[in-house]
């Protein structure tokens, strides 16, 4: 199993606005560059799921694992005979509020998908959670 984190602390959004922003998936592809398009029916809650197009990829269909409203969400991507976890967190702590998320993938070729996919993501965590507290402070 691989896993890796990032860990962001700011005084620029509550949770409530960063889960606002997860929360419309519709709208990711007005603050991430990454991709095309996401897509939600229904409710942003554990056992929904969306699609997801890369600029650099394909289509992917992505599960709701986990959501906690206002705290905490984890979405899993099925590759072929592995298991990505996207883990995101929202702590209120005497510094401002913490985020952290941590991408797991496990599996037999799990190995192949951290290269492939993973690693891309948390190579790129930095930059993308400083835009995503700044377009959620907005709203």
Do not use: C
């Not at 990711?28 to 997801?52: C, M, P, Q, R, S």
């Not at 906690?68 to 967190?89: C, Q, R, W």
Request: charge should be neutral; charged fraction near 25%; glycine fraction near 6%.
């Amino acid at each position: 199993m691989w896993s890796q984190s990032h860990t962001l602390v700011t005084k620029d959004a509550t949770k409530e606005q960063m889960w606002k922003l997860f929360a419309d998936v519709n709208n990711w592809h007005t603050w991430d560059d990454g991709i095309e398009y996401a897509k939600l029916e229904g409710k942003f809650e554990k056992g929904n799921h969306f699609l997801l197009k890369p600029k650099k990829g394909p289509k992917i269909k992505i599960e709701l694992y986990e959501t906690i409203p206002n705290s905490k969400f984890v979405d899993l991507t099925h590759f072929p005979l592995a298991k990505m976890y996207g883990e995101h967190t929202f702590e209120d702590t005497p510094e401002g509020l913490k985020l952290t998320v941590t991408m797991t993938v496990s599996g037999i070729l799990g190995f192949l998908w951290e290269k492939i996919v993973a690693q891309d993501i948390v190579n790129n965590l930095p930059q993308e959670m400083q835009n995503q507290v700044r377009v959620a402070g907005k709203l």
